[in-house]
């Protein structure tokens, strides 16, 4: 890819400088905050108290140790897992199912209304719907301190996204695609998913990847329907935690790392993958 | 023909299972929630009366509301504007594909992969007034003076907190803009430098017009996503000190949590829907009308 814009030559060498400095300097704000919480994670508590620059003399596993046990982060992580992953399988099967007769029959006005149903869940904020939803999981379905019912709010919260997407990429496959299956006497369901979904892989992967980031960082859901131990994910977890711990700023920041680990080695192994996933979406929308 | 159209009847089927469970969980709660705010519930009891907007009317001359809509006003216009110029500014300085930008590129989204509850904790420690990082490092380098109480100033949390989703969110605002960037034909760019034009109008006139649709996508979802931000303040500051940094999300979260009133809460859910609707789509309509097409 060829730069845009050329400059002649000893200017281009000197904005070069310039631009790599500002580079630079914006790499360090962003990666000073996430680096610097390390140090006291592996400070001793007496040394954390002479102040949070002091390097840490040895590496000090202990707080890892405490703060994997005393936060249940196998139980959390677990939870997490359960949440993310039923919402994310349960997403993209109801998502492209519901998609499919609203890319292919766009013309169709019950497909159409559905359509634009679906797009105003892009912009309800979730505190327009906390409170009735709160009183309908608490007291009408029994749904609170269970784990499916956060998977069902977040099914509800996820799908709109999901059904904008797939339906943009349905309308771009050539109709010729279904006039030929249908003369092979090939049934609507199997059309979808053996025709239709393994086109459908590259705007799937932006959908996975942009839920799932949602899916696992976010507390408010649990926050709301969850509170007893054994059932909070990971971010509800690390919300209470500090709240418990706020004094011991060692054990607190350890639980705060081990929580970002995970989802940070899948974002450095398959960066690639997320970038493009996620301009796919973008440019397509 | 029959035939056909019995068999296209199973399409209605497909659309069934998402929508009765988008509008069971999503659209019905909207429904009820909107008729709460027409009522006199308190979240508990059994008695409820229909008292039309009368609460609307409520919330709208509690001085405390009217702080938190402007504050969520002030949030959403300077997040959303300043974001893009980051954004934009970094997608033009990574946009060559070398290697040493694409380890830019990477360390710049990385925040974004990363939760809000995380990043609220990350810079509650770097806010802190005694022994947070910002004000250590300063004395440390002789500058003790400029220390500031970050958070704990009502004239300058608000900006501290805003500060914090640029932060994270400048990176994948950047994603985008290098998405339209490497859409934009390179025929333009070819015309624009045999025309002999300077930096400036090269931008201007090629290529922020065909960076419009990337530009309208980020606007908007910034725009969306700011009128709904809630970890980053809920942490930080849970809308203090005072009311400084109060923002509706916040205020829907305390009537229906802390003092619980649902039917003032809902009325303060039902502005903040319409405020999100109505900007989204007014920006929507005005971006999109600056869209071009030079094909």
Redesign the interface.
Known sequence: MASAIQVSRPNMRRSGIFLRSVLLIYALVILFPLLIVILPTFQSVQQSSQGILSFPKQLNFSNYANAWEQSHFLTAFRNSLIITGSTLILNVVLGALASFPIGIRGHNRLFKSSFYVFIVGLMLPFQAVMIPLYHLMGRVLKLTNTLPGPIFVYLAMTLPLSIFFFTQFIRTIPPEIEEASVLDGCSYFRMLWQIYFPLLRPITATIVIENMIFLWNDFLVPLLLIDVDRLKPIMLTVYVFFGNYSNEWNLAFSVLVLSALPFLLLFLVLQKQFIEGLSAGAVKG | MYARSR?ER???L??L???A??????????F??LY?SMTDWN?FGTVMHFVGLKNYWHVLSDPHVLTSIGNTFIYTVVVTILSNVIGLA?AL?????TRENNI???????????????IS???K??YAPN???IN??LS?VGLGSLGQDWLGNPGLALSSVMFVPL?QWG??VM??Y???????P?QY?EAA?IDGVN?VQ?FRHV?LPLLM??LT?NFVIST?GS??T??FIF?MTNGGPGWSTEV??LT??N??IYSPQ?AY??AV??L??IF??LF?LVELKILTRGEVSYS
Do not use: C, D
């Not at chain 2, 069971?24 to 909207?30: A, C």
């Not at chain 2, 300085?93 to 594909?97: D, F, G, L, P, S």
């Not at chain 2, 290098?178 to 934009?184: D, E, K, Q, S």
């Open positions: 068999s199973v399409l209605y497909f659309v299972p998402a929508m469970v988008y509008l069971f969980f999503y659209i019905f709660p909207m009820q929630g709460y979240g970094l300085m990574v946009e060559k594909r830019f590129r990477t360390i710049f989204f990385t925040p974004a992969v990363l939760s809000p509850v995380v904790f990350v810079w420690y770097m022994s947070g990082v250590t490092f440390a932060w990176g994948n994603i985008v290098l998405a339209g960037l490497i859409n934009i390179m760019h430098r930096y090269h290529t649709p990337a996508f969306i009128f709904k809630f970890a942490i509706l999300t829907v979260y009537y229906t649902f809460g809902s859910a039902a903040l829907t999100v609707v989204s």
